[in-house]
């Protein structure tokens, strides 16, 4: 966030009034302007080379290791690893060395690949040719020789390279910023007079690198930026880093541990001095200190030993975690980009995984956001109607890329229009026809899907807008073809199958804010045109003439039953009022600072004054099963909002129609117009009193929100009305209303804000996401303006449409289809997190099994930190004896089986808010480490306290001790895991078997020879010495034994008196299918005690 | 706002293209791995699965449990081999500063180590600028009480029990971890240039008068050499053999233990012990695994009832519930 806040100051910097100098002049092909125009100042500007890559081959290991050492756990590590190389510790540098060395370089080669990767895209864009122009002729060179001001392949009027050759000119623009959508500059072309055309250059004119040509073979062009400053490179880099909630989570408990790890060396160092205050203790005859150690300050000494301390336990911070959650998450996220329900057979597009973080956030998704075009709905329009003056046209069934036979021909509804009506008829087929952006391709070269089929000549409509695709082919239907644009011409074939030819004059695009376009056309008989066409509610207010009210009515009927409306308005100009029209917008167009604000003045002053000519309709169709994905999604417990930037009653039929609100929903209107009749407050309190007072008596039961007798709400919300509460109030007298209204739309199950402001998305995502639960939310949405939103979420979701790929590229994870979202969480997100948390909290667990008895054993070794455990068990335990087995089950758990969660969405609930990596669970797991470690030690200490356990009489020594509380304790942790697994693969009957039979094999060999590079022979022949031993063997079953038990035990009993619902269910599928839709109804979310249960059952009776 | 886009994109660019050839490649495979359908075994933990594990944990284990106990409570009859120990106590053989205080080349015959020991030996390292063979304070500090055993019978003097020095140390210790510096000249050769320890009476090459359990290969030095895990230990010292199976080993009758006294344990408040034991097939005598076997084989035996009655109840209960919704 705070990048974003920087580059906001900087292009404020950048923008300012003053700072002149950050535009850049550019002169096309190194020619000077002409003398006294301007001044020549030679700028320097990189060369096209684009750069991806983090390292190169030189840099990559320094670089490298100073990022992986930034990050707290890493750098953790090495500061262990440099006091044990410093101070004499009780483990060699090896036991941290080795697996700090194990995880920086599985980081770095995960990281290198990624970069070789980035280095070989790098590599082909850098060396695909391009043509420029030297000297009048084209060469050909490599892309990434290309420098700024080399004239490459719009000015009309130039064909040839020696045209282009022959244009002297300057380009101004800004400075490289990041905006894709945005571009101010201005074009100076000097012919031989001494008075140059200025022209103004806007996004309209600019090419984004990577672009690629569609209607044309070849355009010229004039390279402004290049290489690195290109805005698609400057966008490149900064990526928005969100944080998992089970990361959180994670970095607290690690906190924890670091706790009590910093508590445990601090008793130990404590007692070792109390211990050791008789000097009969501290240095008894048989263990006397070497003199410099004798001399050493008491203090260092106490430092010292605390460090020791630090260093012996300090596997309780388990290093491989990162490791392995990277790897689980970069390895695990394959499975969506796998999946094969997800990959959309109609746009041959699968799932994307832009950012393998937020797997699991997955699963834990509490509110949505959607967007409603083209997310919720197809995006794909239908021409539906039109209605000229109050008559309503019905064109045959059409759809847009299909062919339906039959249709060509009106259907009256209305009386028949007389012969005044009839010219304002042909005038808005004309208005239609001729005020939009539609580019036209000719069949022969298809690169679009949409075809527009016409008896004569087909061509293909392609446009940013779907809208204006379906408008402009409904229109066909009813006899005006617009067929194409040429040398500013557009033409159209009339009814009479005559081609018109409009002059294009102007063209003032759409916009959000506006929410309205014009054209400004002439006539071949030279009258001058202005066609408008924009939302009820922007065009309404600008007309003076026509008949409103018909209009509106019908408008407001469309929009009711979920059409999406536009309306068509048209102005007569006369030559003057043109030309003032002309200076104004050029004016303002050549502006290189506050050009956006100019222009909106500007269309502001030429729309008004308009003549209502009548309206359209247009109907989006629901994407398939979107009712049912909205459906699951709602009995997962998650909150769906959709937000739109439709009108209310269009965006209310749609959320009727995909289920969203119910028959049964009451809606509560939070609108303008309610607003204009009640003050703001009046309306908030009266609504929040309507929710309350029904939630109330039903607050323990409400989060089920299924039961059928529950009244449910669904508020609608429109923009102005969100920002009237978002506004801070001045006296702040009594708070402020953000936090009403959050009480109501908590009490509410659907939300539909309408009429929404791209920003405005991200602002309600914000406050929802502020709010004091802090619930988890998701953003879904497919076109540029959804970005904002996606981004602010915890979990950006694109969906790859037909607006373009900005929301998917921007996203956390991309889908083809808004249906696929209920895999996505409900299977997906589950499995991720019942995944990760068990992960996290096992490799807790499991290292509390280790250290702890590593902790009691200093009470029994006079707390001189001798450890417990040979170096080699110390180093390899968490990097290869116990590393797989949690891995493969991270990545292939399944605890139930992907249909029941797919069938049975109130599951999710189950997972809801955190609920495997609570405290309660924490503490749970945590206690069972220490449990565990308990008996590991103190079985093996009444085994050895005293007496003999080998059958020849012989003695074991300490490395015997340690090695027996090692085995069992691998066995226990391993077959620990073993119990949690609910999905047998091959894999991880492989893995887990694997890494026993490993431990054993090690075990051997490592104590079966004498290892020349070891200085030490300590554990020459234990561990067979041990296996040879009656007593051990018994001891290690029986600890394994009663270590597992009590795990056995709280599992056996909390499914059988305190059953979750996902329990219910695993029991269930084991016994036969029958029993479960019976089951569906009966599953409720988790209960906290048996008494719930029974409560809520008694309640359902 | 930050915005990302993938190079390859650019690559690509243009829009999402045209189903066809390309689409058909992208599709994902449809392998049981990659859609997560391995074929898989699915146990789930349940009151039905797991009780009959709890009685057969309580059926195996209480009766090896009382095997255990029964065999561990008759060692006290001295029968078969009697194993000789000298016990220490509050003595921290494995306090760090000791446990790593030793050379394991030296003592694997290293002539290098041997005349140059391990820093890890100081301050048992040098004395008067000679290296200590064996360095170190365990080996400075081993154990150097004699123990003699004697009958009191009839008779007018006591006859003393032979006692079995060697077959004390593991076998792979005594035969590979620990080797006398190489060499065909006399062990005393072997040694030159080094000086005892210097809590030692004798050098290393005089601890016995056999070669084959002398030096670095002596065996009381190298049970000594195995540092115990707990202040608390005990060290075999010698071994009783059985003559005749028909005498007992140690026939009934006053016994006189003759020790030489050298090492002190007062210092540390210790204490010593000499114990006398059989041992079995698990050992010597050890009451806790026996207790432990049995305690757990009840205890889950226990659970696996009290699992049984609420399975029983619970579905009952369940299936009334099933019922009425």
Not at chain 1, 577 to 594: F, H, N, P, R, S
Request: one cysteine or more; hydrophobic letters at 40%; a neutral charge.
């Amino acid at each position: 966030m705070d990048c974003s806040r920087v580059r906001t100051l900087v292009r404020r910097y950048c923008a300012g009034e003053e700072n002149w100098v950050d535009s850049r002049t550019i002169y096309v092909g190194h020619k000077e302007p002409p003398p006294g125009a301007e001044a020549y100042i030679l700028q320097r500007h990189p060369d096209n080379r684009i750069v991806s890559s983090k390292y190169t081959f030189w840099n990559f290991i320094p670089k490298n290791l100073f990022e992986q050492f930034r990050r707290i756990a890493n750098f953790y590590f090495l500061i262990i690893f440099l006091v044990q190389l410093i101070i004499d510790t009780p483990t060699s540098p090896v036991t941290s060395g080795l697996p700090l060395f194990f995880v920086i370089t599985v980081t770095a080669i995960k990281q290198g690949y990624e970069d070789w990767l980035r280095h070989k895209a790098d590599n082909a864009m850098n060396q695909c040719p391009v043509h420029f122009i030297q000297h009048g002729k084209l060469v050909r060179k490599q892309s990434r020789k290309l420098r700024t001001h080399y004239a490459v392949q719009d000015t009309k009027g130039f064909h040839t390279e020696e045209d282009i050759d022959g244009l002297h000119a300057t380009i101004e623009c800004e400075q490289p910023q990041p905006d894709l959508y945005k571009f101010v500059g201005r074009i100076n072309v000097y012919n031989d007079r001494n008075d140059p055309v200025v022209r103004p250059l806007g996004s309209e004119n600019l090419l984004l690198r990577g672009a690629t040509l569609k209607n044309t073979e070849k355009i010229f062009g004039v390279a402004i930026y290049t290489g690195m400053e290109t805005k698609m490179a400057l966008n490149y880099q900064s990526k928005s880093q969100k944080r998992s909630a089970v990361e959180k989570s994670m970095n607290v408990f690690l906190i924890v541990y670091l706790c009590i790890l910093i508590s445990k060396a601090l008793i130990n160092t404590v007692l070792k001095y109390v211990w050791q205050s008789e000097p009969f203790r501290d240095e008894p005859w048989y263990n006397q200190k070497t003199e410099s150690e004798r001399q050493r300050n008491l203090f260092l000494r106490a430092f010292t030993d605390f460090l020791a301390f630090m260093v012996l336990f300090n596997y309780i911070i388990p290093v491989s975690m990162y490791v392995t959650v990277e790897m689980q998450k970069f390895l695990g996220s394959y499975f969506i980009t796998w999946d094969e329900e997800m990959f959309d057979e109609d746009t041959g597009e699968g799932p994307l995984v832009n950012t393998s973080d937020l797997n699991e956030e997955l699963g834990q998704v509490e509110y949505i956001f959607t967007d409603k075009t083209g997310t919720l709905t197809e995006n794909n329009m239908e021409f539906k109607e039109c209605c000229i003056e109050g008559h309503v046209y019905v064109p045959h069934a059409i759809c847009n890329g299909q062919v339906l036979p039959g249709a060509s021909g009106i259907d009256m509804i209305d009386s028949s229009p007389g012969t005044s009506a009839r010219e304002r008829e042909e005038l808005f087929f004309r208005a239609l026809c001729l005020c939009h952006t539609i580019q036209v391709k000719d069949d022969d070269d298809v690169d679009g899907p949409r075809k527009s089929p016409d008896s004569g000549k087909s061509c293909t409509y392609i446009s940013s807008s779907p809208d204006e695709v379906a408008l402009v082919e409904g229109i066909q239907r009813l006899g005006f073809t617009y067929l194409r644009l040429k040398d500013n011409y557009m033409e159209i074939l009339n009814r009479e199958n005559d081609v018109e030819r409009f002059e294009l004059l102007e063209i003032l695009s759409f916009d959000s804010v506006r929410r309205r376009m014009s054209v400004i056309v002439k006539s071949a008989t030279g009258e001058i045109y202005l066609f408008c066409k924009g939302a009820d509610s922007s065009i309404f207010p600008r007309v003076i003439e026509g008949k409103v009210d018909q209009i509106r009515a019908r408008v407001e009927r469309n929009a009711v039953e979920g059409l999406r409306t536009l309306c068509v308005a048209y102005k007569r100009l006369n030559p003057e009022e043109y030309e003032g029209i002309c200076t104004l917008l050029q004016a303002a167009k050549v502006a290189l600072q506050d050009r956006e604000k100019k222009l909106a003045e500007a269309y502001e002053q030429i729309e008004k004054d308009l003549v209502l000519l009548g309206a359209t309709a247009v109907e989006d169709r629901l994407q398939e099963k979107a009712a049912d994905t909205i459906e699951a999604l709602q009995k997962a417990g998650i909150k769906v909002w959709v937000l739109t930037g439709d009108k209310m009653e269009t965006a209310a039929a749609t959320c009727y129609a995909c289920k969203l609100f119910r028959r049964n929903t009451q809606l509560l209107e939070l609108t303008t117009k309610k607003i204009e009749e009640q003050s703001l407050h009046d309306v908030l309190f009266e609504l929040s009193k309507t929710v309350l007072r029904h939630s109330g008596s039903l607050t323990r039961d409400n989060f089920s929100g299924l039961s059928a007798d529950m009244q449910d709400y669904g508020l609608i919300i429109d923009g102005a009305a969100l920002s009237l509460i978002m506004k801070p109030r001045e006296d702040g007298s009594c708070g402020n209303y953000r936090e009403l209204f959050l009480e109501i739309c908590r009490n509410c199950s659907a939300v539909l804000c309408c009429r929404m402001a791209p920003l405005q998305k991200a602002q309600i995502v914000k406050l929802i996401k502020l709010s004091k639960e802090h619930p988890i939310t998701l953003a879904i949405g497919d076109g540029a303006n959804d970005v904002s939103m996606i981004l602010e979420a915890h979990v950006g979701i694109g969906v790859i449409g037909k607006e373009g790929r900005q929301a998917a590229r921007n996203s956390d994870y991309a889908v083809p289809k808004f249906k696929h979202l209920k895999k996505m969480l409900l299977v997906h997100g589950h499995f991720y997190y019942i995944r990760i948390s068990e992960l996290v909290q096992y490799f807790f667990y499991k290292n509390v099994c280790f250290i702890f008895p590593q902790f009691l054993y200093q009470f029994f070794c006079g707390f001189s930190q001798q450890t417990l455990y040979d170096t080699a068990y110390l180093t390899l335990y968490n990097i290869s004896f116990t590393s797989l087995p949690i891995l493969l089950y991270s990545l292939m758990e399944q605890h139930v089986s992907i249909d029941t969660l797919r069938r049975d969405p109130s599951l999710y609930r189950d997972i809801a808010k955190n609920a495997l990596l609570r405290w309660r669970v924490f503490i749970y797991w945590t206690f069972l480490g220490v449990f565990d470690a308990l008996v590991f030690f103190f079985g093996a200490y009444f085994m050895f306290e005293n007496t003999t356990v080998t059958s020849n009489g012989q003695i074991f020594g300490n490395w015997t001790f340690g090695t027996l509380v090692f085995t069992v304790m691998v066995f226990t942790v391993t077959l620990k895991l073993a119990l949690d697994t609910h999905y047998w693969t091959w894999i991880n009957h492989f893995v887990i078997w694997g890494s026993l039979l490993f431990y054993i094999v090690f075990s051997l060999l490592w104590g079966g020879i004498i290892w020349p590079f070891l200085n030490y022979q300590r554990m020459y022949y234990v561990f067979i010495q041990m296996l040879s031993s009656g007593p051990a063997w018994l001891v290690i079953i029986l600890l394994i034994t009663v270590s597992l038990l009590p795990d056995v035990l709280k599992k056996v009993l909390c499914r059988q008196l305190w059953p979750s619902a996902t329990e219910r269910v695993q029991s269930t599928c084991t016994c036969g299918h029958d029993h479960l839709p019976e089951l569906t109804l009966l599953a409720c979310p988790q209960s906290p005690s048996p008494w719930a249960t029974f409560q809520a059952r008694t309640q359902n009776r | 706002m930050a915005m990302n886009y993938n190079a390859k994109d650019e690559v690509d660019g243009g829009p999402p293209c045209a189903p066809g050839a390309t689409a058909k490649n992208r599709r994902p495979d449809n392998t049981a791995f990659k859609q997560q359908r391995l074929p898989a075994w699915q146990p789930i933990l349940t009151a039905g699965t797991v009780l009959p594990t709890f009685f057969i944990i309580g059926l195996i284990f209480i009766p090896i449990g009382i095997g255990i106990f029964v065999t561990s409570n008759n060692i006290r009859e001295i029968e078969g081999n009697v194993f000789m120990y000298y016990g220490l106590s509050n003595f921290y053989q494995n306090h760090r500063r000791y446990v790593k205080s030793r050379d394991d080349s030296q003592l694997n015959g290293d002539s290098g180590a041997l005349l140059n020991p391990s820093k890890e030996c100081e301050p048992y390292r040098r004395n008067e600028d000679k290296p200590i063979a064996p360095c170190g304070a365990i080996a400075n500090s081993m154990f150097n009480d004699t123990l003699e055993l004697f009958l009191v019978g009839n008779e007018s003097y006591p006859t003393p029990i032979p006692l079995k020095k060697k077959g004390i140390a593991w076998w792979t210790d005594k035969n590979v971890k620990f080797r006398n510096p190489p060499g065909d000249q006399s062990l005393e050769e072997r040694f030159k240039g080094t000086t005892n320890p210097v809590n030692w009476v004798k050098p290393v090459y005089m601890l016995d008068s056999e070669p084959d359990n002398n030096g670095f290969i002596n065996e009381d030095f190298i049970v000594w050499m195995r540092t115990a895990a707990l202040p608390t230990f005990r060290k075999l010292y010698r071994l009783i053999e059985r003559k005749s199976d028909l005498h007992p080993t140690l026939p009934a009758g006053r016994y006189y233990l003759n020790i030489t006294y050298n090492y002190p344990v007062h210092s540390f408040d210790g204490r010593k012990r000499m114990i006398l034991s059989t041992i079995s097939w698990m050992g010597g005598k050890n009451p806790f695994l026996g207790i432990a076997y049995i305690a757990i084989g009840s205890i889950s035996f226990l659970l696996g009832v009290v699992l049984l009655v609420i399975n029983h109840k619970y579905r009952n209960s369940s299936n009334t519930a099933d019922i009425t919704i």
